[in-house]
């Protein structure tokens, strides 16, 4: 089966989020399982070429809609045994951000990722591709593309999050190339405008989120942004598929960016990696439990809940380091927060190195997410000893259950109540961090479950063999 596998960020060339990580750790893991799969995404103008021996091949593509003809180069490389192809157009690649500068969008990004549509549909053609999976968004106008092109290519359309919908005024349908035909509201329509994720999702073969629980949860008003009752008319074809990470990056005993490797049979060398992140963040107090938050500064994450038990945070025994970045609300209340308590470390920017010393330095990671599709950061955590503290949604529901359950995935969790409850379990963490042989054992369980993305890929290779099956 030659699968093309698109995504408009793939690490570690691009990334915005967990989507990137699941773009190269997916295919490679399914390469390794014997999938003949090739990795597409555009070639960003910050894609550091020389580093990743990035060549240009002799093909090229051209794509014509809108009243324009586009040529497109193509250029490509083996990233650990993924071979991965790039696609580059000055209007899709030229930007120095991905989707727009920090807090914005640029005002053309639709008809840059339907030039990436476009072309995707091109190079199936060219490659023979008998499976295309797409992801997000950015590519999902591919399937609609297929159909009309007269392509009979099965495509599989996953949802990593829900609530970036891809939405443009109805103008976009002409520059765009997208036949007005499907302008209505059981395809592209939405409150009057055209709906790229609604396109994905009717066209497609086969959709899939990546975790069970929020395949379940988005059928409902609460985490459906508006799309509840069109999913639940497509919901014979929608899967959830608990996403997964790799487990050669995510290594505490190989991790190159650690000061001290440890393994679960001895956790020595997490309290040096501890010791060492508080002398890095100034921290005299050495006793006291350290969690962490790692993520994107915006709502979904929950950091109001964490920005306003700030104060309550600052009188409690215990050391907090935040790492994100995101909307300039969120960055002025935890700024202004961090400032008042010396227990408290707030960090801006965007750092993969210091995120990995944070997963392995922590004793329990916050996620107070409103809504989560999967969640990579608490597996990562588990992976590295560090439990995880979650609001009770989505993929954080399906990986992550009571301490001393036995089930895999120990943390502390709260189904409901916000602020307040995240608070309680805060406190409950404190009770637990005072039981040292309680906590070992759950860091050590935690460090042995599966969370790697060998089980996820084996999950969507069966699901790709029932496309197969339907040709
Ligand atoms: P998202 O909704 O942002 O995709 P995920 O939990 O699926 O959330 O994935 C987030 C990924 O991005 C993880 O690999 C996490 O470690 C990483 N990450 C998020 N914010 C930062 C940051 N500020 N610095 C370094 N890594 C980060």
């Given at each position: 089966?030659?699968?093309l596998?698109?995504s408009?960020?793939?690490?570690?060339?691009?990334?915005?989020?967990?989507l990137?990580?699941m773009?190269?750790?997916?295919p490679?893991?399914?390469?390794k399982?014997g999938?003949?799969?090739?990795?597409?995404?555009p070639?960003?103008?910050?894609?550091?070429i020389?580093?990743y021996?990035?060549e240009?091949t002799?093909?090229?593509?051209r794509?014509?809609?809108g009243?324009?003809?586009?040529e497109?180069t193509?250029?490509?490389?083996?990233?650990r045994?993924l071979?991965?192809?790039?696609?580059?157009?000055?209007?899709?690649?030229?930007?120095p951000?991905?989707?727009?500068?920090?807090?914005?969008?640029y005002p053309?990004?639709?008809?840059?990722f339907?030039?990436f549509?476009?072309a995707?549909?091109?190079?199936?053609k060219?490659?023979?591709?008998?499976?295309?999976?797409?992801?997000d968004?950015?590519?999902?106008?591919?399937?609609?593309l297929?159909?009309?092109?007269g392509?009979r290519i099965?495509?599989?359309y996953?949802?990593h999050?829900?609530?970036?919908?891809?939405?443009?005024?109805?103008e976009?349908?002409e520059?765009?190339g997208?036949?007005r035909r499907?302008?209505?509201?059981?395809?592209?329509?939405?409150?009057?405008?055209?709906?790229w994720?609604?396109?994905?999702?009717?066209?497609?073969?086969?959709?899939?989120t990546v975790?069970?629980?929020?395949?379940?949860e988005?059928?409902?008003?609460?985490?459906?942004?508006?799309?509840?009752?069109?999913?639940?008319r497509h919901?014979n074809?929608?899967?959830?598929?608990?996403?997964?990470?790799?487990?050669?990056?995510?290594?505490?005993?190989?991790?190159?960016?650690?000061?001290?490797s440890?393994?679960?049979?001895?956790?020595?060398?997490?309290?040096?990696c501890?010791?060492?992140?508080?002398?890095?963040?100034g921290?005299?107090?050495k006793d006291?439990?350290?969690?962490?938050?790692?993520?994107?500064?915006v709502?979904?994450?929950?950091?109001?809940?964490?920005?306003?038990?700030?104060?309550e945070?600052?009188?409690?025994?215990?050391?907090?380091?935040?790492?994100g970045?995101?909307?300039?609300?969120?960055?002025?209340?935890?700024?202004?927060?961090?400032?008042?308590?010396?227990?408290?470390?707030?960090?801006?920017g965007?750092?993969?190195?210091?995120?990995?010393r944070?997963?392995?330095?922590a004793?329990?990671?916050?996620?107070?997410?409103?809504?989560?599709?999967?969640?990579?950061?608490q597996?990562?955590?588990?992976?590295?000893?560090t439990l995880?503290l979650?609001?009770?949604?989505?993929?954080?529901k399906?990986?992550?259950h009571?301490?001393?359950s036995?089930?895999c995935?120990?943390g502390?969790?709260f189904a409901?109540?916000?602020?307040?409850?995240?608070?309680?379990?805060?406190?409950?963490?404190?009770?637990?961090?005072?039981?040292?042989?309680?906590?070992?054992?759950?860091?050590?369980?935690?460090m042995?479950c599966?969370?790697?993305?060998?089980?996820c890929?084996?999950?969507y290779?069966?699901?790709?063999?029932?496309?197969?099956?339907k040709r």
């Open positions: 089966m030659k699968v596998f698109a408009a960020e793939l690490f570690p060339f691009s990334k915005s989020g967990g990137a990580d773009a190269f750790a997916l490679h893991a399914l390469g399982e999938v003949d799969i090739v990795a597409v995404t070639l960003y103008s910050f894609v550091n020389e580093k021996h990035i240009r002799a093909e090229s593509l794509c014509s809609f009243g324009k003809s586009y497109i193509l250029y490509r490389t083996c990233y045994g071979e991965i192809l790039f696609i580059y157009h000055p209007l899709l690649c030229d930007r951000y991905l989707y727009g500068p920090p807090g914005g969008s053309d990004n639709d008809l840059r339907a030039l549509c476009h995707l549909v091109e190079l199936a060219f490659r023979e591709t008998e499976l295309l999976h797409l992801n968004w950015h590519t999902a106008l591919t399937p609609l297929l159909h009309d092109a392509l099965p495509s599989l996953t949802i999050n829900l609530a970036y919908q891809g939405t443009f005024p109805p976009t349908l520059r765009c997208i036949d499907h302008f209505h509201l059981e395809e592209l329509e939405f409150y009057g405008e055209v709906n994720m609604k396109g994905g999702i009717a066209h497609a073969d086969a959709v899939n975790s069970p629980g929020y395949a379940e988005i059928l409902t008003p609460e985490f459906g942004c508006g799309l509840e009752g069109f999913l639940r919901r074809k929608l899967r959830g598929i608990l996403n997964g990470i790799d487990p050669e990056i995510y290594d505490p005993s190989k991790d190159p960016t650690l000061p001290a440890y393994d679960a049979r001895d956790l020595r060398g997490k309290e040096r501890k010791e060492a992140y508080l002398v890095e963040l921290e005299k107090r006291r439990p350290l969690f962490a938050f790692i993520g994107r500064f709502e979904q994450k929950g950091v109001q809940w964490v920005a306003e038990i700030l104060d945070l600052g009188s409690l025994p215990l050391t907090l380091t935040l790492l970045e995101g909307e300039e609300r969120f960055h002025r209340s935890l700024e202004g927060g961090t400032r008042r308590h010396d227990n408290l470390h707030l960090r801006f965007y750092d993969e190195a210091l995120s990995h944070i997963y392995a330095a004793d329990f990671l916050l996620m107070p997410s409103l809504f989560e599709p999967c969640g990579l950061n597996m990562i955590a588990m992976r590295y000893g995880p979650v609001h009770s949604v989505g993929g954080l399906d990986t992550v009571p301490v001393g036995g089930v995935g120990e502390l969790s409901e109540g916000g602020e307040a409850a995240l608070l309680e379990t805060i406190r409950s963490a404190l009770r637990l961090y005072g039981d040292r042989q309680g906590l070992e054992r759950a860091r050590c369980f935690d042995g599966d969370f790697s993305i060998g089980r890929a084996r999950n290779l069966s699901l790709y063999r029932e496309l197969e099956e």
